[in-house]
């Protein structure tokens, strides 16, 4: 590409080793890194093997499997690309599945199938593109001895090998590609010669989630399937010390009642006989110590803890003394509240459970986890359990709980009830089901020299640890959970410094956290670029100048700064009562600036324009790249003007959407995007339009009303 791709929205090893005949096609698999076996052998039967990421029948047909979920981020369509584009195949021949939950599609380099991090394309970018190519190499060899030529005179296009004026169609080769030895290596295209890659390209799952054919969790039902929903405590940690289910099981529909770790469950023929024999429900509980945990309480406990020093995340030099030295100092503190993931399609489960098989359905990111908890719930060997993913209602971290909690609920009532059940979660208790994006509180002291510049930077964040009580508690170091300080304690602007440190305090509460779309970058990106509009202040420096000039080492950040306000018009005359804000922040490997236009009407924050520039690499689909800011910003805007939950003695206040608001489509602003063009390895694209939107806001507000606010949500008046 030789040009930014723009769009407007007004008002998502060895590698290759064997082919194996399968029903008549061509199966290709591949070992993936940390697996311990290698499925598909030249001398199999007629079947495929389970870890095929490519197979091709006889008439055509090219399947394509997913490794990860699809969460509405578009890799049903952005990885099949890769596929094809070393493939050379008929992109309209090309169908998709979800790969069963299994060691071979373990992701790249982890020992753990998931779908988190913005990390699907980019960890598969070389993976399937080998897998494409191999494909070719066998089916080229095929047809060069069919064709009586050298695999050198043959040529492939759209699903075809040509060789003179002598073609097959690839349906027509697998039975003989099948038969052929795999070459170790393949040669991958050159960029210049990619004809999907980097093309704008429709969403291959469109059709089928406009007319009703694909299936979410929600949409399981087969013979025999009972619905349930379970009474759970409504304060955290809760623990039922009796229940009277005799007017529930009197409800036309209840089929049984049955207590469950999580709390008691109202199984019955469908789910709204279950939910009024819920209410029926008489549950005394045992509340436990949470139920003193108030949300003003925490936030000030978490200020006063920002007052001292915590485990270092970041330091060099001498913070405190640079300080000292500074000819101007900047004191500010932050705060962000708990969030709800809020997802569409809310919380679900159905499960299946015979004496040596347990199958689930659901949406989920975590299908290693869920196969583990399962099989350690049944009494079950973990290739016991079958994962059949469902396209998933909205993820945004939800469904990768590391306790897998909604899935092993869902496993605990269907083998209490020893017959198939589907768990279903009201959007009421998703919301108060916990796991939340952490409440955090910052500090931060900046010093300035004569010129306005950053010389020492002293910055305390608090918050609950995702890591902390989780399987991947080891991923904590020294006391640092990353999660918790990325975006600051990596920061250009703080790493260029001299004299810096950035310190955590990760205090221990029993509210379930866990990480939420963007994760740490959902709070640091805001701090951040608040801080250094704040500075650009005290400077006297225009924001957009201020960054130029603290970002000249750092060109990636520049180019997406500089993209973003030369669409927006940085500088240029607004009309009267509207302002800019701008911001620019690197996450999961991507660099994405945002310039946001705002008014104040009725006395609500009104954002009317977000310009957006990202750069993220290499980008696979720009169509998608485009969706995925629009979502992002979305998704970013909702919790920067709506986005609070609160406790009050343990219990979580809001319910649904009425008192959890979300952006309305009348609140939609004019989203442009624009993908910077880049040679670079790709990077993630899902979370990264999130991080910048709050501050981009948050400035615009500052510049139109002098106000400056750090504490999300904004208000239009402080």
Avoid at 24 to 49: K, S
Avoid at 239 to 256: E, I, K, L, N, Y
Avoid at 318 to 344: N, S
Wanted: aromatic share 6%; net charge neutral.
């Amino acid at each position: 590409m030789n040009a930014p791709v723009s769009t407007r929205l007004s008002s998502r090893r060895d590698f290759l080793k064997t082919a194996a005949l399968g029903a008549g096609g061509l199966v290709v698999a591949f070992f993936v890194p940390g697996a311990n076996r290698l499925a598909g052998a030249t001398e199999a039967p007629a079947l495929f093997a389970p870890n095929a990421f490519l197979r091709i029948t006889a008439d055509d047909r090219i399947t394509v499997l997913l490794a990860h979920s699809e969460m509405g981020q578009g890799i049903w369509t952005a990885l099949p690309m890769l596929i094809a584009e070393e493939l050379d195949a008929d992109w309209n021949r090309i169908t998709v599945e979800h790969a069963p939950a299994a060691p071979d599609y373990f992701a790249v380099g982890m020992p753990m199938q998931f779908t988190g991090g913005s990390s699907s394309t980019w960890t598969e970018f070389e993976r399937y593109r080998r897998a494409g190519a191999t494909a070719r190499a066998l089916l080229v060899q095929a047809a060069a001895t069919k064709f009586g030529v050298k695999a050198s005179a043959c040529r492939t296009e759209n699903g075809e090998v040509i060789a003179g004026d002598k073609r097959a169609r690839y349906g027509e080769l697998v039975v003989d590609a099948a038969k052929l030895k795999a070459p170790k290596e393949v040669p991958l295209k050159d960029a210049k010669d990619w004809k999907l890659i980097g093309k704008p390209t429709r969403r291959l799952d469109t059709a089928e989630k406009i007319d009703g054919r694909a299936k979410f969790g929600m949409d399981v039902q087969f013979d025999g399937l009972l619905t349930a929903v379970v009474a759970r405590s409504p304060v955290f940690g809760g623990t039922v010390t009796s229940f009277d289910a005799t007017a529930a099981r009197q409800v036309p529909g209840v089929r049984d009642v049955v207590q469950v770790p999580s709390g008691v469950a109202v199984i019955a023929d469908h789910f709204w006989a279950a939910k009024r024999g819920r209410d029926a429900l008489k549950v005394d509980w045992n509340l436990g110590a949470n139920a003193s945990l108030n949300t003003d309480t925490i936030r000030q406990d978490y200020a006063k803890q920002a007052g001292g020093e915590g485990l270092p995340a970041a330091k060099a030099g001498d913070a405190a003394a640079g300080l000292a030295k500074a000819a101007t100092r900047i004191e500010a503190e932050f705060a962000v509240p708990y969030l709800a993931h809020a997802a569409m399609e809310p919380l679900n489960c159905s499960v299946k459970i015979t004496a040596d098989a347990c199958e689930i359905w659901t949406g989920t990111q975590f299908q290693t986890l869920d196969q583990a908890v399962a099989a350690r719930i049944t009494g079950l060997k973990p290739e016991q359990v079958t994962i059949h993913t469902m396209f998933l209602g909205g993820g945004f971290g939800r469904r990768a709980t590391p306790t897998s909690d909604f899935v092993a609920e869902a496993v605990e009532v269907a083998k209490a009830a020893g017959k198939p059940v589907k768990t279903v979660w009201t959007r009421e208790d998703d919301m108060r089901g916990g796991y939340y994006r952490p409440a955090f509180v910052h500090r931060a002291t900046v010093g300035l020299d004569a010129a306005g510049k950053p010389v020492a930077w002293q910055h305390r964040i608090v918050g609950q640890s995702i890591l902390g009580n989780s399987p991947f508690k080891m991923m904590i170091k020294n006391g640092i959970d990353a999660t918790s300080v990325e975006g600051v304690a990596d920061s250009p602007y703080i790493k260029d410094i001299a004299d810096h440190r950035v310190d955590l305090h990760s205090p221990e509460l029993g509210v379930p956290v866990l990480w939420l779309r963007s994760v740490g970058h959902t709070h640091t990106a805001f701090v951040m670029e608040s801080l250094v509009d704040e500075l650009a202040k005290a400077a006297g420096k225009d924001p957009l100048a201020y960054r130029q000039e603290l970002l000249q080492k750092h060109k990636r950040h520049l180019g997406a700064l500089n993209l973003a306000a030369e669409k927006a018009g940085w500088g240029s005359a607004l009309p009267q009562g509207r302002a800019r804000g701008l911001a620019v922040h690197e996450s999961f490997g991507s660099f994405a600036a945002q310039v946001a236009e705002i008014s104040i009407v009725d006395g609500a924050i009104r954002v009317h324009r977000v310009v957006c520039a990202i750069d993220c690499g290499i980008a696979v689909n720009p169509a998608g790249i485009v969706a995925q800011m629009e979502s992002g910003i979305v998704f970013g805007l909702s919790a920067a003007l709506h986005g609070r939950l609160d406790l009050k003695d343990g219990r979580v206040q809001q319910s649904n959407f009425h008192d959890y608001r979300v952006l309305r489509m009348n609140e939609m602003p004019q989203i442009e995007v624009h993908v910077v063009p880049s040679t670079d390895k790709p990077g993630g694209v899902g979370e990264v339009g999130v991080p910048p939107v709050a501050a981009a806001v948050a400035n615009a507000l500052f510049a139109l009303t002098g106000e400056r606010q750090r504490e999300l949500p904004l208000r239009a008046k402080a």
